[in-house]
């Protein structure tokens, strides 16, 4: 894996807008996220031109179904060369050994690595006590999913940089921690409701920060990448 932390996630509807980004940031930007919506509607195509523009990606497609169904799954994604995978970490214990299983049989020298989301920044504490009646924080709830994924033998976990410090506490520094919902001083928050700037979530021990709409769609995309560097020195 690479020394730089940014994750740049194309968020966006087809290769040739991808594209356009990529080379926008030539230089600047080497890790990738490709979600459900670019995916669905390039499908490996879109992996196969990131890949021959020399850069690698995060397959952001969260699985999250029985046991079974996830472990042939990873074992699908395991061969697609890509350097990060992901997969809901509320689908339980016995689904997370299952992803682990199948990543472990895929035939490849290159296995990516699998990320468990803890909550999803766009949730707030009102989701976890209201929809799902449940009385603990949401940092209580974060970090009992780092820990199931750590016994689960995980390589990362994904969650709101609010929680990072908590959950490396909890975990140690044995697992990667990805930080999605950040957000440059005086951005547009959009739907994210826990978020923190590129600064506090390294500096609370985060390895990489994933961010989309604060670059992707900025008027000066290289400048906008340019000054999330600078206030990370
Ligand atoms: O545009 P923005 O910077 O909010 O994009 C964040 C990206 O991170 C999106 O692609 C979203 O799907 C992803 N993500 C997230 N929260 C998680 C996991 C992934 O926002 N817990």
């Given at each position: 894996m690479q020394d730089n932390p940014l994750i740049v996630a194309l968020d966006v509807d087809d290769e040739v807008q991808a594209i356009d980004i990529i080379e926008e940031l030539a230089g600047l930007v080497k890790l990738y996220k490709v979600g459900l919506n670019l995916y669905l509607s390039e499908g490996d195509q879109i992996l196969n031109i990131i890949k021959s523009l020399d850069k690698e990606i995060f397959l952001d497609l969260k699985l999250f179904d029985i046991p079974n169904t996830v472990k042939d799954a990873c074992c699908q994604l395991a061969k697609k060369e890509v350097s990060m995978i992901t997969l809901h970490t509320l689908g339980g214990k016995e689904m997370l050994k299952a992803a682990v299983d199948g990543v472990r049989h895929a035939e490849t020298d290159k296995p990516p690595l699998l990320l468990g989301v803890t909550?999803?920044?766009?949730?707030?504490e009102s989701f976890i006590n209201?929809?799902?009646?449940?009385?603990?924080s949401l940092e209580e709830i974060a970090v009992e999913l780092a820990i199931l994924s750590k016994k689960c033998s995980l390589d990362g976990i994904v969650c709101s940089a609010k929680e990072v410090k908590a959950i490396r506490k909890a975990i140690g520094d044995d697992l990667l921690i990805i930080t999605p919902g950040i957000r440059p001083k005086g951005e547009d928050v959009f739907d994210q409701q826990r978020i923190a700037t590129p600064k506090q979530a390294l500096d609370a021990g985060a390895n990489y920060i994933v961010i989309g709409r604060p670059i992707i769609k900025a008027k000066d995309k290289r400048q906008a990448t340019e000054a999330i560097y600078q206030e990370i020195g």
């Open positions: 909550v999803l920044t766009s949730f707030d209201e929809q799902l009646s449940s009385n603990k």
